[in-house]
């Protein structure tokens, strides 16, 4: 099969298209044709070498967390699927691929297409996790940094849906977008303190933190002066401010639950991803670069 493989820490130039062997499922296990692999920030971080205390590398590697496609192989006692199945989750051998074998899955809802799929187990696992984390309830603000981005904008949602009122920050050009999602839309950088305060005057509950850029010492001060319900996922300063840093999952069976939830919501038209350019396989490491720029508009795809 042809897959993207690097076998050393490095920039994108590291990364390489290359003819490799077809995984094979063993006992349990389930082999997937991909359809369409999401991007991610963590593709690039896992591929610096920058996030190793959490996610151990052994080369040579494929990158890509999640994916759509369909079951193309199922070993001995794998008796929740069958060949043919359409469906998304995680991998456990990368996304980038041909065929991979999956880690925790879901059924896709015959309405959702294989591009929204791809782009929803990443961003609304994360999302969930974090808002649980803040535990933030109706009658509250949220503040959201990088709202825009698939995280950012899978939070709004379900913090919207749930009662809360929600501050997020973009640039400007994402402002109607959030505005569409049903935030309250502020531009980040200088001065963003006193734009918040101008949007919320009494204050925020809670912050998540999806961008990295720094506002752990300003999302403190804007949520009381506590670190306690401050949490993020791309800064890490985290501990230095006394802030959870949290990085992923740990029940599949709560993983499993929430994705098939997102995927339901998704098909029915109440929860979105904004999708943004789909790349062939031959060009992971533009997808990548684009990526990391942070400048992409809407999430990134690439189909094998």
Same mark, same amino acid.
């Not at 010492?217 to 949520?223: G, K, M, R, V």
């Given at each position: 099969m042809e897959a993207i493989v690097y076998d050393e820490?490095?920039?994108?130039?590291?990364?390489?298209?290359?003819?490799?062997?077809?995984?094979?499922?063993?006992?349990?296990?389930?082999?997937?044709? *991909?359809v369409v692999a999401g991007v991610n920030p963590l593709d690039h971080k896992r591929r610096y070498g920058w996030v190793e205390e959490f996610y151990p590398s052994v080369f040579p590697m494929i990158p890509g967390?999640?994916? &759509?496609?369909?079951?193309d192989a199922v070993g001995?006692? &794998?008796?929740? *699927?069958?060949?043919?199945?359409?469906? !998304?989750?995680?991998?456990?051998?990368g996304a980038y691929a041909e065929y991979a074998i999956a880690g925790d899955i879901v059924h896709k809802p015959a309405g959702l297409s294989f591009e929204q799929a791809a782009a929803l187990p990443v961003a609304g696992e994360t999302a969930q996790r974090v808002l649980d984390l803040l535990r933030v309830k109706a009658g509250e603000t949220l503040l959201v940094h990088g709202a825009a981005g698939a995280v950012g904008s899978v939070a709004v949602q379900l913090a919207v849906a749930a009662g809360v009122t929600v501050i997020g920050t973009a640039s400007l050009p994402n402002h109607d977008h959030l505005r569409s999602l049903g935030?309250? &839309? *502020?531009?980040?950088g200088d001065a963003l303190a006193e734009r918040v305060r101008a949007a919320s005057p009494h204050?925020?509950?809670? *912050?998540?933190?999806?961008?990295?850029?720094?506002?752990l010492?300003?999302?403190?001060?804007?949520?009381g002066g506590s670190a306690e319900r401050v949490v993020t996922i791309a800064d890490p300063q985290a501990a230095a401010h006394g802030i959870v840093f949290t990085?992923?999952?740990?029940?599949?069976?709560?993983?499993? &639950?929430?994705?098939?939830?997102?995927?339901? !919501?998704?098909?029915e038209g109440r929860l979105r991803v904004r999708l943004g350019e789909v790349f062939a396989l031959a060009d992971a490491a533009k997808a990548q670069e684009l990526s990391e720029s942070?400048?992409?508009?809407?999430?990134? !795809?690439?189909?094998?």
């Open positions: 820490f490095g920039g994108p130039e590291v990364l390489r298209q290359e003819e490799t062997d077809k995984p094979e499922p063993g006992a349990g296990e389930v082999r997937v044709k *991909v967390l999640e994916f &759509a496609g369909v079951v001995e006692g &794998a008796t929740h *699927v069958a060949v043919g199945d359409e469906v !998304l989750g995680w991998t456990r051998t935030a309250v &839309a *502020v531009e980040y204050g925020v509950d809670a *912050v998540f933190d999806a961008a990295g850029q720094g506002v010492p300003l999302s403190i001060e804007l949520a990085g992923g999952g740990t029940d599949p069976a709560a993983i499993r &639950a929430g994705l098939a939830e997102h995927a339901r !919501l998704a098909a942070g400048h992409a508009r809407g999430k990134l !795809l690439i189909r094998p």
